[in-house]
């Protein structure tokens, strides 16, 4: 329990306070915290490619720039590979873009299906962790043993069909390919998309924000309307799954032509 109100979106203000908010791809304003409160900063805590502000991936450097700045001063890289962890690479955006840090929180793909989620890293700080440490964590979920046996399944099989992968990017090309011959800005990392109602190229939350979100509900509604289920959000992604046949593809590139046509 806590005696201050939540004040936004159901975050409290306590845990607000100690939060710093600094801008994605933008290096400056992450130095300008790192001026201000150096040491004192825990952990720097990012989606390494975002997704919750529809997809926008790294700069290039960017990544690297948050390793070096957060070793400096002795602060915690975390990734939070929730959506972008098995789903990137099988070694998630970590491997993907080649910078790993020092602690990854997972969730969905992680469960294969089920519901799990998971957090992990270098060995000294796992080893804070009960039984070893004095930091005891546990859950209803914890380590389900049902939920965990679908996620070592998935890994299984994802570690054994080796063209996953390629088929993931080149179905999601496809859908690409259809939106921008549409006309739409697109943004795609592998199988994680977002169309953008906007005609700024989208490389932080900023230019995100200049997105007709009217017009993205317009083209939602069409979509659900046609069977296709894709994010309801301007500001989430569009996964494609290997178990899409190039039948569904193709029906959904014909749907957003449709829509836009
Ligand atoms: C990138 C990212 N991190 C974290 C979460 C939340 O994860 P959890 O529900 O395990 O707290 C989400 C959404 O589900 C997410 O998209």
Redesign the pocket.
Known sequence: MTNSAPDSAGVVSSCAENTLLASYNDEKSVEALFDEFREDIAAVIV?PCA??MGVVAPKQGFLQFLRDITKKYGTLLIF?E??TGFRLSLGGAQQYYGVTPDMT?L??IVGGGMPL?AYGGRRDIMECVSPLGSVYQAGTLSGNPVAVSAGVETIRILEETSDIYSELDKKSAMIETAMKNSGLNVNRIGSILTPFFTDKPVSDYKTALSSDTNRFARYYSYMLEHGIYTAPSQFEAMFVSYAHTDKDIERTCRIIEEFIG
Request: hydrophobic share 40%.
């Open positions: 989606e997704a919750n939070d929730v959506i929180t969730g969905k989620a």
